[in-house]
């Protein structure tokens, strides 16, 4: 299909421009009827454009539905009374929940259905579910708008009538563990104006009644505007652990969980650049912190040692140079430790055993099936297992899930994501390359693509991403099986910024240091041509949120990179939201971009701002999605993005924008109308590709 210019005399741009603000900030203003309708106006000349486009749309969701197992069981969870599990029907869009008791099959019975919670809702999202320490009552949030503002439900088990108790309020749930036959205690979270978590409560229930919020008890309120607060419970079940966190920054309080209106007692107080994680085994609490290493050591301090004037951590596990701890999950036994490798960027799972006085008599890493994968420890709720769940995927294997018994090493296949169709996983291979970049980096790229077609030249889709710290370890993607055996390679730049060699490679691609990842991905675009691996005249770019504006800097300057690019949920007006802190997220993000109050700031940030840096070129075509309850990035930013880059295109590429006007930032909830919006996607891909014959 050939592209249609883009400007017209009823293009929506030049129907809605308006000579006093070029700049468009006017589409921020969401009750203004023109904002609507500009809109409204874009999702037509996008749907008016894609029609040609809709039977191969058609025809990759078909394809992704018959490779998928459409009716899915979940794993079951045995905890002390019964066992749980979710059942999705192949038709539904949702999943049940169900429970039996322990040994009894039989007595299987439905807990709570979501689908038909779900089923008057333009939109659904479940939030949190929580069981109640008997396993007799749950406890659920939920969102049925995408703002991310939650409601509060509870229900007695199995069959009770939901009785709603709050709205408004953060996702996550804890149950204490002071339940009663009559009562039990509820953690939850509440926003202030920005929508940031800024206070814990903990909610009194009468099993039974329904309980009112006014009658929460305030347990923690963080002031500082770059600090959210979260909450959770250790495994053994002790301690209820709250903690106040800014993107570089950390305080963790603890509360005995069988008296949760205790006083909140801090373990560590915050140091500016100081991040710590806590957990607890009987009698001693660890903390895993960056305060004498970037790279992270583990620490461990007797309770009672906490009472004295100077409380003494004692060291247990060192920071390495060539490796960053990452988490600690701890046992009866012992700790397992998840430890990021800076030169493979990859992790392992380390089993560290210990003896009462604290020495180590066991430490081994985990095997892994393969050099490219991720392996990850799945929630294990009883505190003195020695049989731990493990779940496997790489670029080119569906995911896994193993038991793995550590008094033998005997691991046992609990289930695997089947795959169907004519394209098998073993048909794939995934590779690493390593691209230079500006500096002399050496940064790595994934590569998946089909065995057979391995020895030549691929059009390719360039997926980034690069904040915070969040790694892009490897996965697998049934939907990317329909790009994959359309002659397609995909291909993951770890650019800096992201966290896969490390907190190095995150500290160095943040702040003043945000060019080095579009320096990255440029350079990983680069190396996928020069290495044989990419077609240079075939290559799409697609990010979503911050890695839309990875994606939208690297377009901006160096166009002619790409044949195309995907900007889902786009973080592109960067300088004029970080501005602005009335909006969600901007304070708690100055530690990630900086504060545009500073000149120097201010001036850095508006060199990279993807809206700040539109000029006259040509742009390749340009696919940008939005969602108007996007309370993380703003319906307006891809928006104006789409206006300005319209205005200042200099050649015939379609620029396009989606606005979803019923969800937020994760995008559709359903999981079916997930799947047809990624084969509409797909479709642009293909068709930008030329491969949509």
Known sequence: MKAQPTMHNDHPVTDYYRADDPQWHWLEQRDCTDVSGFLTAANRQHAAWF???????????????????????????????????????????????????????????????????????????????????????????????????????????????????????GPSVCWAEDQTPEAASLLFTRFDDTQRPDSIWCLPIVLGQVPHSQSATLLLREDDSEFWLGMGKTRSREWLVLESASKDTSEVHVVPAQTPMATPRCLQPRQAGVEYTIDHRPGVFYRLHNQASTHFQLDYIAIEALDSDTPAWQPLVAAREDATLEGVDAFAWGLMLGERDHNQAQVRLRQLELDTHHQVTHDAYLDQPEPLCSQLLEDAPHFDTRVLRLREESFTRPPSWYDLALATGERTL???????????????????????????????????????????????????????????????????????????????????????????WYLNGKMAHKEHSFDDFLAARDALADQGVSDPQRIVACGASAGGLLVGTCINRAPQAFCAAVLEVPFLDVLRTMQNPSLPLTTAEYTEWGNPAHPEVADRIARYSPVDNITAQHYPALWLEGSWFDTRVSYWEPAKYYARVSQQQQGTAPVLLHTD?????????????????????????????????
Not at 472 to 496: K, N, Q, T
């Open 661 to 693: 006007m019923s969800s937020g930032h994760g995008g559709a909830s359903g999981r079916f109308k997930a799947w047809r919006d990624a084969a509409r996607q797909d479709a642009f891909i293909l068709w930008a590709l030329g491969l949509a014959d």
């Open 414 to 504: 609990l289930k695997s994501v089947p795959v169907y169709g004519s394209l098998a996983p073993e048909q794939l291979v995934s590779r690493r390359l390593w691209a230079t970049s500006a500096d002399g980096e050496r940064v790595p790229v994934s590569i998946v693509m089909r065995r057979d077609l391995a020895d030549q030249p691929l059009p390719t889709l360039l997926y980034g991403y690069g904040a915070y710290g969040e790694p892009l370890d490897p996965w697998f993607s049934i939907a990317r099986l329909e790009l994959l055996e359309r002659g397609v390679a995909f291909a993951v730049a770890h650019v800096r910024g992201g966290g896969e060699r490390g907190e190095p």
């Open 51 to 169: 029609k040609p486009l809709e039977p191969l749309a058609d025809a990759l969701y078909d394809g992704h539905l018959r490779r998928r197992e459409l009716a899915v069981t979940s794993l079951a969870t045995t905890l002390d009374h019964f066992t749980f599990w979710s059942e999705t029907a192949a038709d539904a869009e949702y999943p049940c929940w169900w429970r039996h008791r322990n040994g009894q099959r039989d007595t299987r019975e439905c807990i709570l259905d979501v689908t038909a919670r779900a089923a008057e809702q333009a939109f659904y999202e479940m939030g949190d579910m929580a069981l109640s320490p008997d396993e007799q009552w749950l406890a659920w949030t939920e969102d049925t708008q995408g703002d991310e503002r939650f409601r509060l439900w509870l229900k007695r088990l199995p069959d009770g009538d939901p009785a709603p108790l709050l709205n408004d309020i």
